[in-house]
């Protein structure tokens, strides 16, 4: 036989079984597609625990501030004070400088009157 006939069969030969062969690629990007989707959910399902915990660290301060009702109003500003995270103290002060009076700005911030007179009083600075 013919060396040209040879390479020409062989060739043949492999088209045909290249047609019967699957195509790894589309599995990969299938695999892909599916892990991408993953970690996008299980990013936004942390995102929200992250929400959520950061709320509970707003709340707690309030619950610490009910516990200490007895003290005399100054020790009482300077505790309370201690107590509030910085982001609920700087909301206190955008509210009071858009003209909130003390009772809505409590209302809004879930802390008491006498916690959000001590932070205007003390202008956000820890004690």
Do not use: W
């Amino acid at each position: 036989m013919d060396l040209s006939l040879i390479l020409m069969i062989v060739g043949i030969m492999i088209m045909i079984a290249s047609f019967f062969v699957g195509n790894h690629s589309k599995k990969v990007e299938k695999d892909f597609e599916e892990l991408s989707l993953n970690l996008y959910q299980e990013s936004n399902q942390i995102k929200r625990r992250l929400k959520v915990i950061e709320e509970e660290l707003l709340i707690a301060p309030q619950t610490f501030a009910k516990t200490k009702k007895n003290v005399s109003p100054k020790t009482n500003a300077k505790v309370s004070i201690n107590g509030i995270h910085q982001i609920l103290i700087s909301q206190v002060l955008n509210l009071h400088k858009q003209g909130y009076n003390t009772d809505e700005i409590s209302k809004r911030s879930s802390l008491s009157s006498e916690q959000v007179q001590a932070i205007i009083a003390s202008g956000g600075n820890h004690l």
